[in-house]
Nanobody
Framework: QLQLVESGGGLVQAGGSLRLSCAASGGTFSSSAMGWFRQAPGKEREFVAAINWSPDNTYYPDSLKGRFTISRDNAKNTVYLQMNILKPEDTAVYYC?????????????????????WGQGTQVTVSS
């Protein structure tokens, strides 16, 4: 089964950028669809981005499109989340998730139950 470990979180000023990484091991990463979610204190987990096996097949909520970019490197078993023009409301714990041996679709990729495996999360704090 897949193990997922996120890294790259931290404290950044508003307007800055961060790139999160999620390293996968123990499973079939290249055949897995991947996603990023986030959860702020007192709020529900929120879908951030998803990517299928093909790096060109990505999904975002309209609210984040243009600022966040998901990508993957199958040779390194890693998925990335580039976050630009960060805002204080982007402050949250960011989680990487995998749908092993599966595919995500636009109308279901935001549902957390689609994903089989989750990382422990990495904290992102954006100061104003």
């Amino acid at each position: 089964q897949l193990q997922l470990v996120e890294s790259g979180g931290g404290l950044v000023q508003a307007g800055g950028s961060l790139r999160l990484s999620c390293a996968a091991s123990g499973g079939t990463f290249s055949s897995s669809a991947m996603g990023w979610f986030r959860q702020a204190p007192g709020k529900e987990r929120e879908f951030v981005a998803a990517i299928n096996w093909s790096p060109d097949n990505t999904y975002y909520p309209d609210s984040l499109k243009g600022r966040f970019t998901i990508s993957r490197d199958n040779a390194k078993n890693t998925v990335y989340l580039q976050m630009n023009i960060l805002k204080p409301e982007d402050t949250a714990v960011y989680y990487c998730a995998a749908k092993e041996l599966g595919r995500l679709y636009r109308d279901t990729c935001s549902n957390s139950w689609q994903y089989n495996y989750w990382g422990q999360g990495t904290q992102v704090t954006v100061s104003s």
